[in-house]
């Protein structure tokens, strides 16, 4: 099963009358039919809605209104951005059932930029986990191999995207929600600059961190959503309202002179060879291609991992406070007030999403804010500090986007710290704010994905795309997922 | 033992900008319950907040009055606390890094200012409101609870003294002097029985000399002034009795009970509440330019302090300048430009707080609705200070001139209420009075002084009472002794 054209390819084909709007979403639900049952990539499918806009943009087409690159274009979303009357759980019992009375900024951008809306994808419950797992609406596996995981907490939009059954998805990327997952599906997820993309309705997991970026299954198909979604919004307190650089200036411009840091910090102990070696490939192939490589060392990094989970659980804590069965979302029965909010968040929230909770409440106890959330919050500075003196050296730096391929669903759900080492190289991106983008460059000797991160400094997503285009053709990664031979 | 009470309060005031504080839902009291709300103030998943620029300008303004500094560099914190009116279980609110910081408030106990230090001034966001149904309201028995967040998100400043306070009636002094400067600022309207200003008085006691702090109780509930002042009276008579009779203050929340003239305990503090306060990731610190609060600082109307010492300049004592600073406005430029026309201060002042205001309340006229202005309110003071009306006929004249019969000289000459002021035609009148009292005459010459009385009474009668009773007396005096 071919995963069909991407966002580039479909345009083109749309605008040369070689297709229409409604036949791609036909060919996405088709896949979506024939892959669900083994993948569990979409929590919802909203089939009509999506023929509805798809038939607009056909029209719209017709009539001479063209509204961009994502014009009628099926995107699926992760489903903890916020669409007006369309369910929205965040994978979680506690909002089951529950219709936004609005819709996130990114979804009326899309709705702008003429996108088809095909559904909402699976998450890790409030985008908390590294495998989709998670979810209390069951998990979503690998399309490479449906024993294992398709990574996390945006498992499902890159599951997706690695079908077809979605041309491109939006993730949400809080420690490498979007990157992990796909390198582990082998697709392009992207991370943005922190504050170019809206979070007005994304339903926060860790506010300072999380940010929204595509998956695609091109680079040039990630710069194209990336334009769509990002830009000024005067309803995010946190939105940049600068200069936004051209994420596509570069993609053919090569990458000759430019200067390329390879993190010493992450390789070595608990980092698969064939990750290792492929990783090592394509820094060689990069240097043949005109680039100038350097190790460089980034100390902190070695304990961003611990700082990572002070911040997001202490922010986590406030964040689902509001969940408590008054206003909206699962109700439990209580005498008290007091009674029926603990029942409320007891029955609501899964394991993982109790466990941090706590985690970050205590975190921020009188007594132990210092020790905890203060020294965190210096490590973020202090990894903040270790980018900036390795931006004085090189234009990016790059790394393996996970230390491992996809793993054997089950093989981590009961041990939360191997778990939280998945995300080990995309979490410092996450506490500086910097952009970061993985691709894939291989497969390793059981046929699974491997995926590469490139690093770039605030509103560097102009490098950042012009070195990862340059990696994709290197890579020549033209594979798709077998699920058929593994279904049948 | 002699003990020494330590006050200090904190105010809540609600601003009243267009919207909220951090969404751009309407501010306003008395719309249907939850029609002013939006994902934001509703706490929604997924709803961020943005900073009402309106909001800050007002505090500024506020800590600026209050002789604050207003910090460079602000940052909102989360308070984070479970309760059903409190749609995100956190409040945004800040922590130590708040906008306005070290202030001060000159208050005027029985003609005596005390300085009151004012610790800080920050930025927060209000609640929902509760309404507990069954039960008489009250919360343990009630059947079910009504939430509105109309309330939700209003922007809300909350003041907090210095424990400088001494006693009772200099609390409710500060509380008084603290609602006169938010008036005149505009940026609230400042109502205690809407709940729009609101105070809470932390009270402890310490023996006389001392100068540590004694466990401290939070009293919460007044409603008004008076019930300020009498629920801080009580409870630091409260304490004195607990300790006197070897009891112990036990740090807790007690609730006024106003009927009852007493606090009740609501709940116990076990040292203080942990609201794990942290920084507010969805918002960025904010930086208050001082150009931007040199612009807030000019555009400071003056202050009701600033007012009574100019009023006081003029000549008029401390309490009819305490009261004419606090009158309204239209009033307060009626009196400035009679003075600017040349009328007696005092006189004026007296006026405009005594009678026009007696007579826009009896006839329901708004103040700045009357047809009176500083040049009749000085032709008025001119007539009566000269004699030529008298000031019972005065207030008739005032009557007729707000009843828009003209100028107060067209008044007094419609209303044949000019005195008979020359000396010649009086004296004449006085010596036809004095020849019709042969009796009274004697009696004086007698040495009874009280036939004046009589004898001014009969001119008076005479004139139809538009004789100067002063000049009348004088005349009399004159002819009796010639």
């Known amino acids: 099963m071919r995963p069909g054209p991407g966002v580039a390819e479909a345009g083109r084909q749309l605008r040369a009358g070689e297709t229409t709007s409604v036949r791609l979403l036909e060919g996405v639900l088709e896949r979506a039919g024939s892959s669900e049952a083994q993948v569990h990539a979409f929590l919802t499918i909203d089939r009509d809605r999506a023929l509805e806009t798809a038939a607009q943009a056909d029209a719209d087409l017709a009539d001479g209104i063209d509204r961009g690159p994502l014009h009628g274009i099926p995107i699926a979303l992760k489903d903890n951005m916020c669409t007006r009357g369309m369910e929205t759980t965040a994978a979680s019992q506690i909002l089951a059932g529950y219709r936004p009375p609005y819709d996130a900024t990114v979804v009326s951008r899309l709705g702008e930029a003429g996108a088809v809306v095909v559904g909402k994808t699976n998450l890790d419950e409030f985008a908390m986990g590294s495998s989709t ?131 010493k910090e992450l390789s070595g102990e608990g980092y698969e060879p064939a990750v290792e070696s492929a990783t090592a490939d394509m820094v060689a192939k990069l240097e043949s291609a005109g680039v100038e490589v350097v190790e460089v060392s980034l100390p ?66 009188a007594g132990y804010y210092d020790a905890f959330y203060g020294q965190a919050q210096r490590v973020r500075a202090a990894i903040q500090e270790d980018f900036g003196r390795a931006y004085q ?46 691709l894939p460059v291989g497969l390793d000797g059981q046929g699974l994905p491997i995926g590469f991160q490139v690093m770039a400094p605030p509103l560097g997503e102009g490098v950042m795309y012009r070195v990862a285009a340059e990696v994709e053709r290197l890579a020549g990664f033209d594979v798709a997922p077998g699920l058929e031979e593994v279904a049948s | 033992m002699s003990w020494e009470p330590v006050i200090g ?49 007002s505090i500024m303004a506020i800590g600026l009055a209050l002789n604050c500094e207003v910090s460079e560099r602000s940052v909102f914190h989360r308070k984070n606390y479970f309760y059903a009116d409190l749609p995100k279980n956190y409040q945004i609110s800040q922590f130590d890094n708040p906008v306005c910081v070290d202030g001060h408030l000159d208050v005027d106990v029985d003609g005596v200012i005390h300085r009151v230090g004012i610790e800080r001034a920050h930025m927060e966001e209000d609640t929902g409101k509760s309404t507990h149904v069954g039960a008489g309201g009250r919360i343990h028995a009630a059947e079910s609870t009504l939430l509105d967040f109309n309330r939700s998100g209003v922007p809300l400043v909350e003041i907090v003294s210095r424990p400088e306070i001494r006693s009772a009636a200099e609390a409710r002094a500060y ?56 629920a801080v009276e009580h409870e630091i ?76 300049g003029d000549g008029l004592g401390g309490s009819l300048a305490g009261v004419l600073s606090a009158a309204d406005p239209a009033l307060r430029d009626i009196y400035e430009a009679a003075v600017a026309e040349g009328a007696d201060p005092k006189a004026a002042a007296n006026w405009v707080t005594g009678e026009v205001i007696g007579w826009s309340r009896r006839h329901d006229v708004a103040a700045s609705e009357l047809q009176f202005d500083g040049a009749a309110l000085a032709e008025l003071v001119g007539m009566v200070g000269e004699g030529r009306i008298s000031s019972s006929a005065a207030k008739e004249v005032l009557d007729g001139v707000l009843s828009g019969e003209g100028s107060p000289g067209q008044v007094a000459e419609a209303r044949d209420l000019i005195q008979i002021g020359d000396r010649t035609s009086l004296g004449a009148l006085v010596a036809e009075v004095l020849a019709a009292s042969p009796r009274a005459v004697e009696g004086y010459r007698g040495g009874d002084e009280k036939v004046v009385g009589f004898l001014v009474g009969q001119v008076m009668k005479a004139t139809q009472g538009k004789a100067d009773p002063r000049l009348v007396d004088e005349l009399l005096r004159e002819q009796l002794s010639a």
């Open chain 1, 300 to 365: 902190s990094f070695e304990i961003a991992l611990s700082a990572y989970y002070l911040i997001a659980p202490a922010e986590c804590s406030a964040n689902l406070a509001r969940f408590d069965g008054i206003r909206y979302g699962h109700r439990g029965q209580g005498a008290t007030t007091e009674a029926l909010m603990a029942r409320s968040r007891a029955e609501g929230f899964g394991p993982e999403v109790t466990r941090r909770i706590l985690l970050g409440t205590y975190a921020l106890s």
């Open chain 2, 9 to 57: 309060i904190e105010v809540h005031v609600e601003l009243l900008t267009d919207s909220k504080m951090f969404c751009g839902c309407a501010v306003g009291f008395g719309a249907e319950p939850n029609t002013n709300v939006c994902p934001t103030c509703l706490g929604l998943p997924g709803a961020l907040p943005v900073t009402n620029r309106a909001a800050i300008e």
């Open chain 1, 393 to 438: 050296q090189v234009d990016v730096l790059v790394s393996p986007t996970s230390p491992t391929v996809a793993f054997e669903a089950g093989a981590r759900t009961s041990d939360p710290l191997a778990m939280y080492l998945s995300d080990i190289c995309t979490i410092p991106s996450n506490l500086a704010g910097h952009p970061a983008i993985s």
């Open chain 1, 133 to 263: 797992e998670n979810s209390a609406y069951g998990p979503t596996y690998n399309p490479w191999d449906t024993t294992r995981v398709a990574g996390g907490s945006s498992g499902g939009s890159a599951a997706a995207v690695a079908i077809g059954s979605a041309t491109a998805a939006l993730g949400s990327d809080t420690g490498g929600s979007i990157r992990q997952p796909a390198a582990l599906c082998g697709v392009v997820g992207m991370k943005p600059t922190y504050g170019t993309v809206s979070r007005y309705g994304l339903i926060a997991f860790a506010s300072s961190l999380d940010q929204i970026g595509p998956l695609t299954r091109t680079v040039e198909d990630s710069a194209l959503t990336l334009e769509a979604i990002w830009g000024h919004d005067p309803f995010d307190g946190t939105s940049y309202s600068g200069d936004y650089p051209d994420p596509k200036a570069g993609l053919s411009r090569g990458v000759t002179g430019l200067r390329v840091g390879v993190v």
């Open chain 2, 237 to 312: 008579a409260r304490q004195i009795e607990l300790v006197d009779s070897d009891g112990a203050v036990v740090q807790e929340t007690r609730h006024w009970d106003e009927e009852a003239g007493v606090t009740h305990s609501m709940r116990t503090k076990e040292g203080s509440s942990d609201y794990r306060y942290f920084v507010e990731p969805d918002l960025v610190p904010m930086v208050l330019d001082r150009q931007w609060v040199q612009r807030i600082r000019e555009t400071l109307p003056e202050l009701p302090a600033q007012r009574r010492e100019r009023y006081r």
């Open chain 2, 175 to 230: 509380a008084l002097e603290l609602r006169s400067v938010i008036v005149e600022l505009g940026v609230s309207d400042a109502r205690l029985e809407e709940g729009s200003m609101r105070f809470d008085a932390n009270v402890s006691i310490r023996p006389v000399g001392s100068t540590e702090l004694g466990t401290k109780v939070e009293v919460k509930n007044m409603n008004s002034f008076r019930s300020l002042e009498r």
